[in-house]
Every structure is written in structure tokens, then in C-alpha cells.
């Protein structure tokens, strides 16, 4: 009972973080219809100014906003120097291109900060709190839980209840149609791009402090278990993203725990979920019904 307790803590706390940077796929998604593979790199570089801004001033939360506003314009820096001009006629033109987003990204990163570990504060302390023999939450595990659920509902409100939030959907949805109706499309894209960026830049800080540091390469793993987890969800659906990222942190946790070698199963165990999923609700399990074309 106390390892499945410690397993069940465990894998909820590595769901939040898929769950946080899965919000960030979904953004960007339901903003422009495209899936951003350079968001883990553009998440990175917002995640080096914040280190910079912390260091420099001494304050965490100064920090936190660096990486807020950081986050912001590198996303609109990259919608308007490349993505803007790639086709989107073929999907796959924009993963090709946002894949060397990613490579110039890391090798920009490289250049400067080398393959060193860059220490990155926390908020909280990381010490679980322990009864008995169970290990239950940290103060930093419920900090990242609480960012998780205000990023939720921010994201639901801001699309559900306010009229630029309308806007990117319809800009993605029926952009002709968008046009007409007096929307300037390509600044909804250009908008949906930065406030993707500014939430996973925001998700570095829950994060690289579990991990020995910031390096340029240090969300790639991150982002293949998010992006796993927001289509499990559903890639419309913010809270099927939050759902998929602790159904994938909860998987790992018990493969892990449970299964002879489970530390080498785990990622297999997340795609056979990922399979079973797309096979009985191929949208994912929160996708709405699509309207049929007649």
C-alpha cells in the first residue's frame, strides 16, 4: 500500500509538468491548427533569461515574470521571421520547419552556454513531506500543481469568454471567413504564437529545478511526453491535456515501479496508452464531435 501511495504521488507530480507543457501544444493548436515541435527550444532560451534576470536581481519572481514576457517574444519572433512564411497547404511544411527552429534554437544555446548544467531556483522546497513510510507532496509539488490548474482555467476562460480568445479560434478554424468578418487573422496567429511561447517558457520553472539544471537540450524529453499526453487528451481540449499529462506521469510511475525493468518499459508502456487511445477515440479523449461537411 505505501509503494502504490509514493508511485501514485510520484506519477501525479511528473503528470503536472507533462500536463503544464501539453497546455502550451494545445495553445498553439487551437490558436493557428498547428502543432509547434520547436516549443521545448523556445521554452529553453525564455528559460536562460529568466536564470539571467534571477541572478542578476535576486528575485525569483521577477524571474518568473522574465520568463512570462521572454516566452512571449521569442514565440512572436519566431511566427513572424519563419512560420508566417511556410505554406500551410501541406501540414507537414510547418513541423519540418519548427523541427529546425528547434536545431538552430539549440545550437544558438550551445554557442553561448556550452553543455553545462545552468542551476535554475525554486520557489519552494523540493522535501516531501513524509508519514509513516509514505512520501507525500512537496511545497514545490503543490506550487506546480496550483500553476497547472491557474494555467487551466486562465486558458478556458480566455477562450471561452473573451472576444480575442474567439478570435484565434475562428483565425484557426475558418480564417477566410474570419477575414471577412473584419478579424485580422494574421496577428491572431501571430498572438496565439506568443502566448504559446509565454506558457512553456512558464513550464520551465516546474521543470528544470527537478533536474540538475537548464541545458539546451534539457525539455526535448519533456516535450515527447506532453506532446504524447495532449493528444491522449485531445490537441482543442486544455483539460484533456491536463487529463493526458497525469493518465502519461501516472503510467510512467507504475511501470516503473512495478515492472522488472520497468525504467527502460516506461516510455513503451506511454505508447501502447497512446495507441489504445487513438484506437477507440482517435481525437483524443476530450475531442468534440466534428461537424460533417455536406
Known amino acids: 500500500m505505501d509503494q502504490f ?11 503536472a509538468i507533462y500536463s503544464a507543457f501539453a497546455l502550451a501544444l494545445v495553445l498553439i493548436w ?4 498547428v502543432v509547434n515541435f520547436a516549443q521545448g527550444a ?14 542578476h536581481t535576486g528575485s525569483y519572481w521577477l524571474g518568473v515574470l522574465s520568463v512570462i514576457v521572454a516566452g512571449f517574444i521569442f514565440g512572436v519572433i519566431v511566427e513572424s521571421a519563419v512560420m508566417r512564411w511556410v505554406s500551410d497547404r501541406a501540414p507537414a511544411n510547418a513541423v519540418i520547419v519548427a523541427v529546425g527552429v528547434t536545431l ?22 523540493d522535501s516531501k513531506l513524509v508519514i509513516g513510510n509514505m512520501a507525500l507532496f512537496s511545497p514545490f509539488d503543490i506550487y506546480t500543481l496550483i500553476g497547472v490548474v491557474i494555467i487551466v482555467g486562465g486558458l478556458g476562460l480566455f ?21 471577412l468578418l473584419g478579424v485580422n487573422v494574421q496577428r491572431m496567429r501571430t498572438l496565439g504564437w506568443g502566448l504559446a511561447a509565454a506558457v512553456g517558457g512558464l513550464t520551465t520553472l516546474f521543470v ?33 491535456a491536463v487529463i493526458g499529462g497525469l ?34 477515440r482517435p481525437g483524443g479523449l476530450f475531442s468534440g464531435v466534428a461537424a460533417r461537411r455536406v
Open 247 to 280: 493518465l502519461t506521469g501516472l503510467t510512467l510511475a507504475y511501470v516503473t515501479g512495478y515492472v522488472p525493468a520497468g525504467a527502460s518499459l516506461g516510455n513503451v508502456a506511454v505508447m501502447l496508452l497512446l495507441l489504445v487511445v487513438l484506437l477507440v
Open 5 to 15: 501511495v509514493n508511485l501514485t504521488v510520484a506519477g501525479l507530480s511528473l503528470g
Open 104 to 125: 538552430v534554437i539549440q545550437a544558438i544555446l550551445g554557442i553561448f552556454y556550452g553543455p553545462d548544467f545552468v542551476p535554475m531556483d525554486r520557489a519552494f522546497s
Open 42 to 55: 523556445m521554452a529553453v532560451a525564455a528559460g536562460y533569461v529568466s536564470v539571467y534576470i534571477t541572478d
Open 159 to 179: 477562450f471561452g469568454r473573451t472576444r480575442m480568445g474567439l478570435r484565434l479560434r475562428s483565425s484557426a478554424f475558418a480564417p477566410e471567413v474570419s477575414r
Open 208 to 240: 528544470v529545478p527537478r533536474n540538475v539544471g537548464l541545458t539546451p537540450n534539457v525539455m526535448d524529453g519533456v516535450f515527447i511526453s506532453s506532446f504524447t499526453a495532449a493528444v491522449i487528451g485531445g490537441l482543442d481540449s486544455p483539460e484533456g
Open 30 to 33: 487551437r490558436a493557428t491548427r
